[in-house]
């Protein structure tokens, strides 16, 4: 198979296989997490459940600063490698394109060097991440073989992205196949990883932010 | 807590599993940060301490049982049921390597109520008969005599009797129609007899009518500890018929972590309904006396003296401003120790690690987390709200050979009070 057609496969129906099996496989974890429902707590309110699950949604994305003190490296590497990729995914040029395509509206993009950069600093963050992983006690021992697939499969799309658009290690159109069937992997990966936490850490930051709120108390 | 199995231990994990657990289990990317919130990992470093390895039975439960991915991995045989052995490795991590502080809750980026989870999992352990014989101990004499200390009626009596002597004031029992009703927990009717009269003397001041119930005049809830809520629902069914009976407005949590966490938070989800009376912690009371101006102190505190925030009522009970108005009132040199407030560190007896006697040693050396935290503010008294935390702190002061007394917060308010007796009416006194 040629560059050529492997991209256009990429493109073409690898793709909507890969999104079809993303976006069900993460409705079924979603509908799994809710059909088991949620009982409603009768004991007095102090304070609203729903202030509480909003605000505890946005807050748990900064560091308690205790926490944040004991351990800079890796709370540090973890914010900026998310940032990093939110801004690839989401404010690269071509991608929007992409999701025009998909969804029929785009929005504003950064310049192609500004993510250039953060391409080349996520691919650091997320060495720095398996350094972390295979040498701090606590993640070495938590890690489980889905933690450094998940890692894998985050890692590849962006290093093939970084390698197409610098036009570095093979001819750009297979690189940009292999970028392409990269985020396939990723997409089909995500609903049976860790990698749901891309939409559940809304319901688990809103659960517990919600008994917090309804208690009155801080989270 | 008859008829253990492994097989009701699975299927009681099983029930405790709804779409929080689910979320939480769902969105955990092994960050480990959770360890660097315990009190346990920090001061062991061993990473089974680590507080979502905590709940691993329960994750693995869940995904085998709730997931589609799980079942076809089961199906495959690429899963390891839950076993015997795994209850019996996990039974220390949950009951003794936990104080349910929930410290870790706060510190999870996806959100994570790690200790909920651990207090849903006490449910199976309990059900597969792998929980600590202290805890059982405490949870059978709470059920069959109404005290987990074994305290009865008549020693009650025996103590409102000594205590009455001593202030001259009555102690009302069973009076129908009080407009509060005091509960009390067993170190405070045994050890710390100070906090009934202490409440008395406040009651008397604040002209409140009151009362203690001969039928549930225990607040500890060594069900909620142990993880049993069918004991759990019968303590706290007793204060609910009793407060029914007695037509209450408020039942008064005492200075106890977990009896506030029962009767006040978890008690309505027990029993499956809500209250027809309120439910406050004593210190909630105080400062309403206080902010109401019924609450008369005078003279201050000179020592240098801080205060230790029990998890059950700052962190996960919302009670952490009233405490320190209420010292502003008594204290000239109030003293903020490290990480106070809904980031205290537990005092390392908690969640029922207290009443187990085979966590002695494990407790002591979790203990050096609250250590460090009183080495870092050098104080002539330490106050605090809770009992249990009492009693765990003074073990723990004693044992690194720390000169430190631990005082109750509501007798050092008591201690300060305008004397309001007819003989010497309030405003002669007041400053």
Redesign the interface.
């Known amino acids: 198979m040629s560059a050529e057609a492997l991209l256009a496969w990429a493109r073409g129906p690898a793709f909507e296989v890969a999104l079809v099996i993303f976006i069900a496989g993460m409705l079924?974890?979603l509908f799994?997490?809710?059909?088991?429902?949620?009982?409603t707590?009768?004991?007095?309110a102090?304070?609203s459940g729903v202030q509480g699950g909003l605000r505890?949604l946005f807050s748990?994305?900064l560091?308690?600063p205790?926490?944040l003190a004991?351990?800079p490296l890796?709370?540090i590497n973890?914010f900026v490698m998310h940032i990093g990729l939110l801004a690839m995914i989401f404010l690269f040029g071509p991608h929007v394109a992409v999701f025009e395509s998909l969804l029929g509206f785009g929005w504003p993009n950064l310049p192609s060097g500004v993510i250039d950069a953060l391409s080349a600093m996520t691919l650091i963050t997320l060495v720095v991440a398996l350094m972390l992983r295979l040498n701090?006690?606590?993640?070495r021992?938590?890690?489980?073989p889905g933690?450094y697939w998940?890692w894998l499969v985050t890692l590849l799309p962006v290093l093939t992205g970084y390698l197409a658009y610098n036009h570095l290690l093979l001819p750009y159109t297979l690189m940009l196949a292999l970028h392409i069937l990269s985020v396939e992997l990723l997409l089909i990966s995500a609903?049976?990883s860790?990698l749901?936490?891309m939409f559940?850490?809304a319901?688990?930051?809103?659960?517990?932010?919600y008994?917090a709120g309804h208690?009155?108390?801080?989270? | 807590m008859s008829g253990a199995s492994i097989e009701k231990g699975i299927e009681f994990i099983k029930e405790q599993?709804?779409?929080?657990?689910?979320?939480?289990f769902?969105?955990?990317?092994?960050?480990?940060?959770c360890?660097?919130?315990c009190l346990f990992?920090n001061q062991t470093?061993d990473?089974?301490y680590?507080p979502?390895?905590k709940v691993e039975p329960m994750r693995r439960i869940w995904e085998q049982e709730?997931?589609?991915?799980g079942r076809l991995k089961s199906a495959l045989g690429l899963t390891q049921p839950v076993s015997e052995q795994d209850f019996a490795d996990w039974e220390e991590l949950v009951y003794d390597g936990c104080s349910l502080c929930g410290r870790c809750?706060?510190?999870?980026?996806?959100?994570?109520?790690i200790s909920?989870m651990i207090r849903k999992i006490r449910e199976g352990f309990a059900a597969a008969g792998h929980a600590p014989e202290g805890l059982i101990g405490a949870t059978t004499r709470a059920i069959e005599i109404g005290s987990p200390m074994g305290v009865r009626l008549p020693a009650v009596k025996a103590q409102i009797g000594h205590v009455e002597d001593s202030i001259d004031l009555e102690i009302p029992l069973d009076k129908a129609g009080a407009e509060y009703m005091v509960l009390l927990s067993s170190m405070e009717i045994m050890n710390f007899p100070e906090y009934m009269e202490a409440v008395a003397r406040i009651m008397h001041q604040a002209g409140k009518s009151w009362t203690i119930s001969s039928k549930a005049f225990e607040a500890t809830n060594s069900g909620i500890q142990i993880g049993v809520s069918d004991l759990a629902r019968e303590l706290v069914q007793r204060v609910v018929d009793a407060a029914e009976e007695l037509g209450v407005k408020t039942v008064i949590s005492p200075e106890c972590g977990h009896a506030y966490t029962a009767i006040?938070?978890?008690?309505?989800?027990l029993i499956?309904?809500?209250?027809k009376f309120?439910?406050r912690h004593i210190l909630e009371v105080l400062d309403e006396f206080r902010s109401q101006g019924l609450l008369k102190t005078q003279g201050l505190e000179e020592a240098r003296l801080t205060y230790h925030d029990p998890c059950q009522i700052a962190?996960?009970?919302?009670i952490?401003e009233h405490p320190r108005r209420l010292l502003d009132m008594v204290a000239k040199n109030f003293v903020e120790m490290?990480?106070a407030g809904?980031?205290n560190w537990c005092c390392s007896g908690g969640g029922g690690v207290s009443a187990n006697e085979r966590a002695e040693g494990l407790k002591l050396t979790a203990f050096k987390q609250k250590k460090a935290q009183l080495d870092a503010v050098k104080v002539d008294t330490l106050v605090t709200a809770c009992a249990n935390c009492r009693i765990t702190l003074e073990e723990g002061l004693e044992h690194y050979e720390m000169d430190l007394p631990v005082v109750g917060l509501t007798e050092m308010i008591a201690e300060h009070l305008v004397d309001t007796s007819p003989e010497t009416p309030a405003k002669e006194n007041a400053q």
């Open positions: 079924l974890r799994e997490i809710l059909s088991l429902g949620y009982k707590d009768l004991s007095e102090r304070g505890t748990r994305s560091p308690r205790s926490i004991k351990e890796r709370i973890s701090n006690p606590v993640l021992f938590l890690s489980t933690d998940a609903p049976f860790k749901t936490h559940s850490f319901l688990s930051r809103w659960y517990q932010g008994k208690r009155g108390i801080e989270s | 599993i709804d779409a929080s657990t689910a979320s939480y769902s969105s955990c990317v092994h960050c480990g940060l360890a660097e919130a990992f470093q990473p089974r680590i979502i390895n709730y997931t589609l991915w809750s706060l510190v999870c980026p996806v959100g994570n109520d909920g006040r938070w978890e008690g309505p989800n499956g309904r809500s209250y309120k439910v962190r996960k009970g919302g952490v490290p990480d809904a980031m």
